[in-house]
């Protein structure tokens, strides 16, 4: 086991310094860590603290610290909000999602009607050779928050037909914005395995709703058990963003750790806690948009031919209740 350790430790310490770039060990491997007891997890909480933090361009890597030997790390892709530009303006939920013995990536907002950058930022650590062999790319998932929210389908869809997911695909959207890039043929072809849960945390004055419910009624295909649209009016839209107490972002990380759980490990006990929780038919729950509330409701369907050229011809304004 020594000589076996010893040469793996030989091998790495080759491939960094053939690197462009130097990049530190990613993890330290313990070949004797034991798998977490699923019976006997409580969702929305820590599983391991240790964790180390990665910088790329325009990116940033969180990962244990330690991962088992025989084991590569399911994959999540994080697009933060419009502008976000530092990893630390999400902290709570990063460091969470690593905890829970996953890779993510966050990728800094591009701040374009495209999803095409995003990608590109999210390409350049999955490519990276050091760094992809602890991945399992039959494992995936996409998060994103406000314009991340929206973008994070188009993400899915890009990376799914580039070979990743065909062993577990969510994407978890907070209150989203437009889609971008996202056809209607798009939507009709999205991977069949994703699990989907949109949460919306604000009425007024953010996000308007009818976009969220209109990517929701796009992803029908996929079948009430594998959607769930939760709705928490109270929270405010910038709810994900921030390095509060776990214990503060529960109505976030309980449904999400779940769902990393039932999509990743097929975990039946997880079920209920991520995509059982709202509502399968959320245009009945009274969310009848008032169009004066909306700070950007003049931009439902684009206010500009970049925008509007980047919804696809979809039109996110058309929900009625």
């Avoid at 107490?245 to 991520?274: R, V």
């Avoid at 031919?305 to 979809?314: E, P, Y």
Wanted: aromatic letters at 14%; proline letters at 4%; hydrophobic letters at 35%.
């Amino acid at each position: 086991m020594k000589f076996f350790l010893l040469v793996i430790f030989t091998y790495l310490i080759i491939m960094i310094m053939g690197c462009e770039k130097s990049y530190k060990e990613i993890s330290t491997i313990d070949p004797n860590l034991n798998p977490i007891d699923s019976q006997k997890r409580v969702y929305g909480k820590s599983l391991n603290n240790e964790i180390e933090i990665q910088s790329f361009q325009n990116s940033t890597l969180y990962f244990p610290k330690v991962i088992k030997l025989d084991e590569k790390l399911p994959i999540v892709l994080f697009a933060p909000g419009w502008s976000s530009q530092d990893h630390s303006n999400y902290k709570t939920l990063l460091t969470f999602i690593a905890s829970q013995g996953y890779a993510v990536i966050y990728a800094q907002s591009p701040m374009e009607y495209s999803a095409n950058e995003s990608i590109s930022r999210f390409s350049r650590v999955l490519n990276d050779n050091l760094v992809s062999r602890y991945f399992d790319k039959s494992k995936l998932g996409v998060i994103g928050h406000s314009s991340g929210g929206g973008i994070a389908f188009k993400v899915m869809d890009y990376f799914s037909k580039h070979g990743y997911g065909s062993a577990g695909r969510f994407v978890f959207s907070m209150d989203p914005w437009f889609a971008f890039d996202m056809s209607k043929e798009d939507f009709e072809n999205f991977p069949k395995n994703t699990k989907v849960v949109i949460q919306q945390y604000n009425r007024h004055n953010t996000t308007d709703p009818r976009i969220a419910l209109t990517i929701f009624d796009k992803l029908s295909i996929l079948g009430d058990n594998n959607c769930d649209y939760q709705v928490y009016l109270d929270l405010g839209h910038g709810y994900p963003a921030g390095s509060n107490p776990y214990e503060q972002k529960e109505m976030m990380l309980k449904p999400l750790d779940a769902l990393m759980d039932y999509t990743f490990f097929a975990n039946q006990n997880a079920y209920k806690i991520a995509l059982d929780i709202g509502s399968d038919k959320p245009y009945k729950d009274n969310l009848q948009p008032v169009a004066s509330s909306y700070t950007y409701d003049y931009r439902c369907n684009g206010d500009n031919d970049d925008l509007k050229s980047a919804l696809k011809g979809l039109n996110y304004c058309s929900i009625v209740l």
